[in-house]
């Protein structure tokens, strides 16, 4: 994944695969929202939803003291945001 020109976040599907290793560029998809703060530390994971399918979270920062997490179904769909609190101490 990389934060693009725009700040959007952009990630692609990578078969990692030796020395055929390919990025699918007509597979990829963009957060909507917030831009990423530039050089951010971005994570994905897919966790499973109480429906019996996954869900794909992205975090990463938008305001440089934030973890800002991105949810939708894993197969596509809207956007949910979540501001994730950093405590003080």
Do not use: C
């Not at 499973?48 to 979270?57: A, I, K, S, V």
């Amino acid at each position: 994944m990389q934060s693009t020109n725009s700040l959007q976040i952009q990630a692609y599907n990578i078969s990692w695969a030796g020395n055929t290793t390919n990025i699918a560029y007509n597979d990829t998809f963009s957060t909507s929202g917030d831009p990423g703060l530039p050089g951010t530390h971005i994570a994905a994971t897919a966790l499973p939803n109480q429906e019996g399918g996954d869900d794909l979270h992205i975090f990463f920062q938008v305001d440089g003291n934030d973890i800002t997490e991105y949810v939708r179904a894993l197969d596509g769909g809207a956007w949910a945001k979540v501001a994730i609190n950093i405590p003080d101490a």
